[in-house]
T-cell receptor
Framework: QKEVEQNSGPLSVPEGAIASLNCTYS??????FFWYRQYSGKSPELIMS????GDKEDGRFTAQLNKASQYVSLLIRDSQPSDSATYLC???????????FGKGTSLLVTP | EPEVTQTPSHQVTQMGQEVILRCVPI?????FYWYRQILGQKVEFLVS????????KSEIFDDQFSVERPDGSNFTLKIRSTKLEDSAMYFC???????????FGDGTRLSIL
């Protein structure tokens, strides 16, 4: 079974701090990695995609990928209360394009 | 910004009845997907569709499920004889090509009584 693992949280950070969200995956051949944000009762909203090792920055968000360690992370700088949501890690396996989601990490940014 | 649209937003159906969930993917996208999320659980893949045929399906997508692209814009998921355990949020998604980011619709909440 190909797994995507995330700490369920909640992860609580003060406003303005850096939030660090982590994800590990079991399928070593995975090629594409995505972070989605999901507010309660809403649909997943794409934040970042990353395909190669290293860092990728987009505004306050940085995705980091280490394929050797089978690890992908998301950093949120200058966290805002509106960032409070569940963050979903999603991985494309080696074969096919179906996304395999983790259970998500709940983030709470406190004012 | 283009978006995936889903109808209805909420569907209540008696067990054993057929339901059809509808989606309009983003117009220039070629790959279409259905996922579901049971309350409190993770998002699960059901099926992907490309070039007018199923390209992948999960174990969840059994003979009770079918998908169709009846015209140039709509993409539908049919559940032939609903069960209580089919109660979930059903999300449609689309992507330009297979490994590109998938964009999700707002979902249909399916409640089976």
């Amino acid at each position: 079974q190909k797994e995507v693992e995330q700490n369920s949280g909640p992860l609580s950070v003060p406003e303005g701090a850096i939030a660090s969200l982590n994800c590990t995956y079991s399928d070593r051949g995975s090629q594409s990695f995505f972070w989605y944000r999901q507010y309660s009762g809403k649909s997943p909203e794409l934040i970042m995609s990353i395909y190669s090792n290293g860092d990728k920055e987009d505004g306050r968000f940085t995705a980091q990928l280490n394929k050797a360690s089978q690890y992908v992370s998301l950093l949120i700088r200058d966290s805002q209360p509106s960032d409070s949501a569940t963050y979903l890690c999603a991985v494309n396996p080696n074969s096919g394009y179906a996304l395999n989601f983790g259970k998500g990490t709940s983030l709470l940014v406190t004012p | 910004e283009p978006e995936v649209t889903q109808t209805p937003s909420h569907q209540v159906t008696q067990m054993g009845q057929e339901v059809i969930l509808r989606c309009v993917p983003i117009s220039n996208h070629l790959y279409f997907y259905w996922y579901r999320q049971i309350l409190g659980q993770k998002v699960e893949f059901l099926v992907s569709f490309y070039n007018n045929e199923i390209s992948e399906k999960s174990e969840i997508f059994d003979d009770q499920f079918s998908v169709e692209r009846p015209d140039g814009s709509n993409f539908t998921l049919k559940i032939r004889s609903t069960k209580l355990e089919d109660s979930a949020m059903y999300f449609c998604a689309s992507s330009e090509i297979g490994n590109q980011p998938q964009h999700f619709g707002d979902g249909t909440r399916l409640s089976i009584l």
